[in-house]
């Protein structure tokens, strides 16, 4: 069973960056397609940024285009959410989350899509 930790979350400051990492275990990480999802206190949680199983396809938010870049080392198992000018409204608890997929596909930034789930990182931007 695929498992998914997340890391690299903290407290940053408005205009700086972050690099969240989301490390699997298990098996046939490469099979998998990634999406980042963030969760705010009292909204919605929201999808930020994908990433196909073969890095074939990306996509972002329009909050965060611009200022974020997802990446993915298959070798390591991991993937990369870097953020870069950070706003008071990016703070949320962030969340990776994993798709199976038999061919490679075009991820997409729908949360039910997703059946495997990390426990989140918290990002705090704030003066």
Do not use: H
């Not at 206190?41 to 990433?51: A, L, M, T």
């Not at 949360?111 to 990182?121: A, F, L, P």
């Amino acid at each position: 069973q695929l498992r998914l930790v997340e890391s690299g979350g903290g407290l940053v400051q408005p205009g700086g960056s972050l690099r969240l990492s989301c490390v699997a275990s298990g098996i046939m990480f490469d099979r998998y397609n990634i999406g980042w999802f963030r969760q705010a206190p009292g909204k919605e949680r929201e999808g930020v940024s994908c990433i196909s199983r073969m890095r074939g396809s990306t996509d972002l938010a329009d909050s965060v285009k611009g200022r974020f870049t997802i990446s993915r080392d298959n070798a390591k198992k991991t993937v990369y959410l870097d953020m870069n000018n950070l706003t008071p409204e990016d703070a949320a608890v962030y969340y990776c989350a994993a798709k199976s997929v038999i061919l490679s596909v075009p991820c997409t930034l729908s949360d039910s899509e997703y059946n495997s789930w990390g426990q989140g990182t918290q990002v705090t931007v704030s003066a």
